[in-house]
């Protein structure tokens, strides 16, 4: 089942990097980073150890990669969070970490963050050289100015002009913004196993496309205890979304006609090492 193979990951991923941060002490930026990186659905950890596990690489390697991808995801939070950004003042159920602490501690924290993923990525125990280095540059590009970082800037841009996105000029936005943070995770199992990157580079950006259209639904649909965040924030700003130029409907068949298209491509290589699940849509 995909919800018990996810509930393990994340408590698996957990372990790790509360293991990995003991080192850090205990100060105000210790602490906070642990505080941000807690809790959450790992599903960017989770991928990691899936396309691992069609590599046959053992989780206990797996999880360094797994465990920079959330440290990374978390950085990118606790800064989009901040007043300058979208000002939220609750993340998964908790303040944020400009409101439990300040702005300033909110920033280094986040910084943090972002250094630790690479530090982890550098361990020996992830593998050779080759590998680490490979792990390390992709990471950057997919997290940097070609990446995410890119899609929070278009994303700030697009609402400073106070436009309407056209469907594929937001595709592109959240294909930087999220997608190349779900489709990361998903490649870092083939540099790890030495395997062919393709089939998976293909999945992933259909399931961070679908992930991001779930997400413009919740911001609808949802309950903000639920998600642990404040809702239907993007209605209204006035943001162009999935949701705002496709309506309800059609945004959800989309999403489920991305998740069960791509999810076949993937049979050929999960008969050659069946991973515990891969995510599909129910």
Request: glycine share 8%.
């Amino acid at each position: 089942m995909f919800e018990t193979a996810l509930i393990n990951a994340q408590t698996r991923i957990g372990d790790f990097l509360t293991d990995q941060m003991k080192r850090l002490g205990d100060d105000n930026i210790a602490q906070g980073m642990r505080y941000a990186s807690a809790g959450g659905k790992r599903l960017r950890g989770f991928l990691v150890l899936e396309s691992a596990s069609l590599f046959n690489v053992p989780p206990a390697q797996a999880l360094y990669a797994a465990g920079a991808v959330e440290c990374l995801h978390a950085y990118s939070l606790v800064h989009d969070d901040l007043p300058c950004m979208d000002n939220d003042d609750v993340r998964r159920g908790q303040p944020t970490i400009h409101v439990k602490w300040d702005e300033g501690t909110a920033v280094l924290v986040g910084d943090a963050l972002q250094a630790f993923a690479f530090e982890l990525l550098a361990d020996p125990a992830v593998g050779n050289a080759d590998q680490r280095v490979a792990l390390v540059a992709s990471l950057a590009v997919a997290s940097g100015a070609q990446g995410m970082v890119l899609g929070q800037a278009q994303d700030i841009a697009a609402e400073t002009a106070g436009r309407t996105l056209t469907l594929e000029e937001i595709t592109k936005l959240q294909a930087n913004k999220t997608g190349r943070l779900i489709e990361w995770p998903a490649l870092a199992g083939a540099i790890l196993g030495g395997g062919d990157p393709a089939p998976l580079r293909t999945y992933a950006r259909a399931i961070g496309l679908a992930f991001q259209i779930a997400d413009d639904i919740l911001d609808i649909e949802g309950d903000a205890a639920t998600a642990g965040k404040a809702l239907r924030k993007d209605a209204e700003a006035g943001k162009a979304t999935f949701v705002s130029v496709l309506g309800l409907v059609d945004a959800k068949a989309w999403a489920n006609t991305l998740l069960r298209t791509h999810v076949r491509r993937l049979r050929p290589m999960a008969k050659r090492r069946r991973p515990s699940t891969i995510w599909r849509p129910t």
